[in-house]
């Protein structure tokens, strides 16, 4: 079982490879068009900020690479940011994968505190990527903005308002929370991941 990792200039990496580790694989971090396409199942992982990201991915072709691949592609935090259309996040267009928004989270007169950042619930869970997993289950967040819940939605949260926490358009899957930072659960959610390329 290959997996790769999308080298590029967004935090955290360090985090998914050992995470992948924990499941007794040994993943690939790598920019190379080539040895992303071979992999078995690719993670795109990340925090940052989507502007000087998308530019990055731009300048180097990883854009185009991300969105040719046909194998499972999971993006985490800024990376399923990016796979969406636009982000209102320094007005940037970003990959267009889901046909969607995403938007900075609003202050409310009950709720002041952004980033949400620490363990929320998800709610509506609708495909194999969470299988094992329970309604009400908590990962782990940290995000100053999200994408509303729509037709690509597989799980949802609540933080100031309800949002999307997960997505997947046919070999496309994206978390808003960080699976690798969110113990048994997030455990079981990455290895549902790499078992949909067995």
Same mark, same amino acid.
Not at 79 to 85: A, I, S
Not at 139 to 151: A, D, L, M, R
């Given at each position: 079982?290959?997996?790769?990792?999308?080298?590029?200039?967004?935090?955290?990496?360090?985090?998914?490879?050992?995470?992948? $580790?924990?499941?007794? /694989?040994?993943? /690939?971090?790598?920019?190379?068009?080539?040895?992303?396409?071979?992999?078995?199942?690719? /993670?795109?992982?990340?925090?940052?900020?989507?502007?000087?990201?998308?530019?990055?991915?731009?300048?180097?072709? @990883?854009?185009?690479?991300?969105?040719? @691949?046909?194998?499972?592609?999971?993006?985490?935090?800024?990376?399923?940011?990016?796979?969406c259309r636009h982000s209102?996040?320094?007005?940037?267009?970003?990959?267009?994968?889901?046909?969607?928004?995403?938007?900075?989270?609003?202050?409310t007169e009950h709720c002041? $505190? +952004?980033?949400?950042?620490?363990?929320?619930?998800?709610?509506?869970?609708?495909?194999?990527?969470?299988?094992?997993?329970?309604?009400?289950?908590?990962?782990?967040?940290?995000?100053?903005?999200?994408?509303?819940?729509?037709?690509?939605?597989?799980?949802?949260?609540?933080? +100031?308002?309800?949002?999307?926490?997960?997505?997947?358009?046919?070999?496309?899957?994206?978390?808003?929370?960080?699976?690798?930072?969110?113990?048994?659960?997030?455990?079981? +959610? /990455?290895?549902?991941?790499?078992?949909?390329?067995?």
């Amino acid at each position: 079982m290959k997996v790769a990792i999308v080298k590029y200039n967004a935090g955290n990496v360090c985090s998914v490879v050992n995470a992948v $580790k924990r499941l007794g /694989l040994e993943p /690939l971090v790598t920019d190379m068009a080539d040895e992303l396409r071979q992999a078995d199942c690719v /993670l795109f992982p990340g925090q940052g900020e989507a502007a000087y990201t998308m530019q990055y991915l731009r300048a180097s072709g @990883l854009d185009k690479v991300i969105m040719s @691949l046909t194998q499972p592609v999971l993006g985490i935090c800024i990376g399923m940011q990016l796979m969406c259309r636009h982000s209102e996040e320094s007005d940037t267009e970003c990959l267009g994968i889901f046909d969607t928004e995403v938007k900075r989270f609003i202050p409310t007169e009950h709720c002041q $505190k +952004i980033p949400h950042m620490g363990w929320n619930s998800l709610h509506n869970l609708k495909n194999a990527l969470y299988n094992g997993i329970d309604e009400g289950n908590f990962v782990y967040f940290i995000h100053s903005y999200y994408v509303s819940s729509n037709p690509y939605s597989i799980a949802d949260c609540n933080y +100031i308002q309800p949002f999307c926490a997960s997505m997947h358009k046919d070999n496309f899957y994206a978390t808003q929370f960080h699976p690798e930072k969110s113990g048994r659960v997030g455990e079981q +959610i /990455l290895s549902n991941f790499i078992n949909l390329a067995r």
